[in-house]
Structures are given as structure tokens and as C-alpha cells.
């Protein structure tokens, strides 16, 4: 028999229909609640609200897990290559061997952009941030590109997400360029995906480059570890963006936007900061205090998440990936990471902490890492949105075959004035 959720409202009976996932908690179905009793819910947030049905990524908060198609994002981590991942997320299955070679050379074939795009960064100041330049020049490619924007031709569809996939790295790096007053490097396609990016972040046109493979391994690792985490402030930004129906270019624009911020992709740069202020594990206790008390807004950054009420299993891959990368450089011992590790273990003792499940996120170590490798800390979201995109774009390819999907429109809990009348300006005081 199908679960039914009860509600009583002013002494009368509803009842709303329980549907259940593959794995992970039921959902009441209230989406005829407005109709049937008048009333809407209250979730600011969307702490418990299911925004759409996805078969995309699944987390378990509770154990720490994370999932893409069903497969474990550690395993995929550590045995798999970003562009294999981007191919999983938007097809729902690994590549065969033919699969995968079309398809990574479909993406070599879209990795430049328009030569025209190269006057659109020279209208921004240099010393940009790169997320301020990166969130107008990804909208500008349904300028450059307007073969591919019509949301209901699939073919269109596939092409513009290849575009994506293959452009956005070069735009980032472009952008990084453009605000540090280097010359645009331009693709090597003889290189894989993310040494790809490496060269087109660290070349320079007067010296030959030669790419670090620990650190090429490490930023694949990275790239996986953030290319998706189901309904995240930036992918509902992408999802509701292109419920409207607008392209794809200018829909993935909108997560650039979202996920810049400081509580998102943003909270890597912060993190970072955050150690480097900290400096010394003598300054540590201090901190925490400060973190733990209500009337300081400030917060551990790196810590705490929204699903995980356990070790965020990104953080472990990252922590790994992080002494990888500082061995490398030979800074093992590098005094932000004494920071970090006891930072880390401090927090997992304390009452607070414990108590309220705070962990350390991806972003605790990732910081360290990418400045391990050369990457500013103004980079740091730029390489984030670089792998989410592949999350993106799944998400809005998955939005648009969804025969339930509606134009997405929140209601709301109205706090203000009652109608009243107007007063024209002649007879105020
Ligand atoms: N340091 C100190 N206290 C914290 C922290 C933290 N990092 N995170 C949460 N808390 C406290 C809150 O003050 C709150 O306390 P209260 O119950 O006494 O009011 C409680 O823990 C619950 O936290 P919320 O902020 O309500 O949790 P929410 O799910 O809304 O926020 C978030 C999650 C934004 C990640 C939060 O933990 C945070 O701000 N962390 C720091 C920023 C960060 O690392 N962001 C990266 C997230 S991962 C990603 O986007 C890739």
C-alpha cells in the first residue's frame, strides 16, 4: 500500500502522497497543497524541501557519502579522469572505449574560443577578479555562439554543453591572464583535459612548459571531487535560471554568480585566509573561541555543511591529495598546513563542534593545495566553477527532459504593509 502523509488543518483532514526515492529519505508530495487547503509552506532555505526529482548525484550526510550515477566519488577520484566524469554525469553511464574516444575528441575540438572574445576581456580593468570577469564572459558566449542556444533541439543542446565543458577552462584561464596582464596562452590539444588548463594558466610565450604530473593527477582529483553535489545554492541558481527556458550559456551563467560567494565556492579563498591569518597553532585556541561565540560573526571557514553531519568524504580525498601536492613542493612542512591539521584536531574534540556535527569541507584543504601548486587565491572559485560546470550542465539537461518540469516560482510568507491607499506627493507633508 502507498504511504500517505496526514495533515489536519483547522479540524479538517488531508492527506498527501509519500514517494520514495531509490535510496535516501521519502518525500511528501504537497505539491497540491496550495490547491487542495489554501496554504503554503514555510522553508527558508530549503532545509526540507526536495526541489525535483534528480538521478544524478546522491549524498548520505549521515555516513558521509557521495555518489555520481551510483558510483562512489572517492573511487571515481582516484580511478577515473575528470572528462570520464563529465561524460558519467551528463549520460548517466561510464564511456566504452569508442564512447569515450568520440567524446574526448569532440571536446579537443571545442577547447578555443571566438578570437573576437579576446576584445570582450580587454573592456574589463585589469586586477579583476577572475569570477568577476568569468560570470559576464560565460553569459557572452550565447553572443558568440548562437548556433547552439535553442533548448529544444537536442543536438543544439549537446553541443552548447560541449562548449561548455571545453571552453570554460580556457575563459578561466584567459581571465586569470587577463587580470595578472599575461598573454592569453592558447589551447594544446597534444595535452589532456586538465594539463590543458595547467598550460593555460602557467605558460608563458618566452619559455617552454613542462607540466607537473603530481600536480596535473591533483587537479584531475580536484576537478572530480567538484564537478557535482546535487541541489546546491548554485545548481538550484542554474535550474530555476533555466526553467524560464533561457539558453544554456546564460543559465550556467547564473551559477558562476551563486557559487562565488563566500558560504559556497567562495569559502575555499576564505578558508585559505582564514589559516594564513590564524599563522601559528599557538593562535589556534583563539580562534576557536572566537568561532564558538554568538556575538562574533566569525565562523571556521572550511568547516561545518549544509547535508554532511559527518567527515565530508571530499575533505578526505582533498587532505590526501594536499600532503601530495606539499611533498611535491617540499614544504611538508609548511606551517599553514601545521595550522590546518591542528586546527582540524582541535575542532573534532571540542563539545561545540561535536555537538552541533561540524566537519571539515572540501574547501579546508583545497586552499592549501591549489597555492601549493601556484594557483592565486583569487583562482581558487574560478577552478571550482571550471568542474562544477559539468555539474551544471547535467542538471539543466536532466530539468529539461523532465516532463514535471514547471517554470520554477517560490511563493512566500508576506510581512508587509496591508493595501492601503495613495497619497500623492501634493497633499504629504
Ligand atoms: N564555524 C562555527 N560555527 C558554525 C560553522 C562554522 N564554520 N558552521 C555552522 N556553525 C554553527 C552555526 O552558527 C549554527 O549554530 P546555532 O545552531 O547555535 O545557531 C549551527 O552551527 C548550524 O549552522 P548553520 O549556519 O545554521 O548551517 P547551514 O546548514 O545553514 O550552513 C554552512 C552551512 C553555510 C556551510 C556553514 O556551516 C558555514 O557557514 N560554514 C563556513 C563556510 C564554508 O565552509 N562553506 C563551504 C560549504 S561547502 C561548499 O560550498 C563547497
Not at 136 to 143: E, H, I, N, R, W
Not at 338 to 367: C, H, M, R, T, W
Not at 392 to 400: D, L, P, R
Request: aromatic share 12%; with cysteine.
Amino acid at each position: 500500500m502507498s504511504k500517505k502523509a496526514k495533515l489536519i488543518i483547522d479540524n479538517k483532514d488531508y492527506e498527501f502522497p509519500i514517494l520514495g526515492g531509490s535510496v535516501g529519505p521519502d518525500v511528501v508530495d504537497i505539491s497540491k497543497l496550495y490547491s487542495s487547503t489554501g496554504n503554503f509552506t514555510f522553508d527558508p532555505g530549503f532545509t526540507s524541501t526536495a526541489s525535483c526529482e534528480s538521478s544524478i548525484t546522491y549524498i548520505d550526510g549521515e555516513k558521509g557519502e557521495c555518489f555520481y550515477r551510483g558510483y562512489p566519488m572517492d573511487e571515481l577520484a582516484n580511478k577515473s579522469s575528470f572528462l570520464e566524469v563529465a561524460y558519467l554525469l551528463w549520460n548517466g553511464e561510464l564511456p566504452t572505449k569508442e564512447e569515450w574516444f568520440e567524446y574526448s575528441e569532440a571536446i579537443k575540438t571545442h577547447t578555443m574560443v571566438h578570437e573576437q572574445m579576446k576584445k570582450f576581456f580587454d573592456g574589463f580593468r585589469r586586477g579583476s577578479h577572475p569570477m568577476a570577469i568569468l560570470t559576464s564572459v560565460v553569459a557572452a558566449l550565447s553572443a558568440f555562439y548562437p548556433d547552439s542556444i535553442d533548448v529544444n533541439d537536442l543536438q543544439q543542446r549537446q553541443i552548447s554543453a560541449r562548449r561548455m565543458i571545453a571552453k570554460v577552462p580556457t575563459l578561466a584561464a584567459m581571465a586569470y591572464k587577463y587580470s595578472i596582464g599575461q598573454p592569453f596562452i592558447y589551447p594544446d590539444n597534444s595535452l589532456d583535459y586538465t594539463e590543458n588548463f595547467l598550460q593555460m594558466v602557467f605558460a608563458v610565450p618566452a619559455e617552454k612548459y613542462k607540466v607537473n604530473k603530481v600536480f596535473a593527477k591533483a587537479l584531475d582529483k580536484i576537478f572530480i571531487l567538484h564537478a557535482d553535489h546535487e541541489q546546491n545554492a548554485s545548481t538550484s541558481t542554474v535550474r530555476l535560471a533555466a526553467s524560464s527556458g533561457v539558453n544554456p550559456f546564460a543559465s550556467i551563467s547564473t551559477g558562476f554568480t551563486s557559487l562565488w560567494g563566500p558560504l559556497h565556492g567562495g569559502a575555499n579563498e576564505a578558508a585559505l585566509n582564514m589559516l594564513l591569518e590564524i599563522g601559528d597553532v599557538k593562535k589556534i585556541p583563539e580562534y576557536i573561541k572566537r568561532a564558538k561565540d554568538k556575538d562574533d560573526p566569525f565562523k571556521l571557514m572550511g568547516f561545518g555543511h549544509r547535508v554532511y553531519k559527518n567527515y565530508d568524504p571530499r575533505a578526505k580525498v582533498m587532505q590526501k591529495t594536499c600532503h601530495e601536492v606539499l611533498e611535491e613542493v617540499g614544504k611538508k612542512d609548511d606551517k599553514i598546513l601545521q595550522v590546518a591539521i591542528e586546527l582540524e584536531k582541535i575542532a573534532l574534540q571540542d563539545e561545540y563542534f561535536v555537538e552541533k556535527k561540524l566537519y571539515p569541507n572540501i574547501d579546508f584543504y583545497s586552499g592549501i593545495t591549489l597555492n601549493a601548486m601556484g594557483f592565486p587565491s583569487t583562482m581558487f572559485t574560478a577552478l571550482f566553477a571550471v568542474a562544477r560546470t559539468a555539474g551544471w550542465i547535467a542538471h539543466w539537461k536532466e530539468m529539461y527532459l523532465d516532463t514535471k518540469n514547471r517554470i520554477g516560482r517560490p511563493r512566500q510568507l508576506y510581512m508587509g504593509e496591508k493595501p492601503r491607499p495613495f497619497t500623492e506627493l501634493k497633499d504629504r507633508n
